[in-house]
């Protein structure tokens, strides 16, 4: 069982930065993979990026070269840095930890942290 706790949300101006935290608990936090999902208002939860157990990133296509998703195993915590925010990045943030191992899928969500961008 892994629990996920975000933590950074808030509301920031357009063009600001902001940083989002994941710390998880539980064991083998460095055999998951992480991924950041958003949900705004009326639309699905969709993939934002995403951080291999080996350290390999990707990024939806919107944020590219605007966020940065790391992990620092040594302290179970997973970061999503987000610059150059718009107000189409406002939404719920959630934090994804997901493995499969032995024709297993383990998949757990944070409660999420809401991000507003606005003027």
């Known amino acids: 069982q892994v629990q996920l706790v975000e933590s950074g949300g808030g509301l920031v101006q357009p063009g600001g930065s902001l940083r989002l935290s994941c710390a998880a608990s539980?064991?083998?936090?460095?055999?998951?993979?992480m991924a950041w999902y958003r949900q705004a208002p009326g639309k699905q939860r969709d993939l934002v990026a995403i951080i291999t157990s080996g350290g390999h990133s990707n990024y939806v296509d919107s944020v590219k070269g605007r966020f940065t998703i790391s992990r620092d195993n040594a302290k179970n915590t997973v970061y999503l840095q987000m610059n150059s925010l718009k107000p189409e990045d406002t939404a719920v943030y959630y934090c994804?930890?997901?493995?499969?191992?032995?024709?297993?899928?383990?998949?757990?969500w944070g409660q999420g942290a809401q991000v507003t961008v606005s003027s």
């Open positions: 539980g064991r083998a936090f460095g055999n998951y993979a």
């Open positions: 994804n930890a997901n493995q499969l191992a032995l024709g297993t899928f383990y998949n757990y």
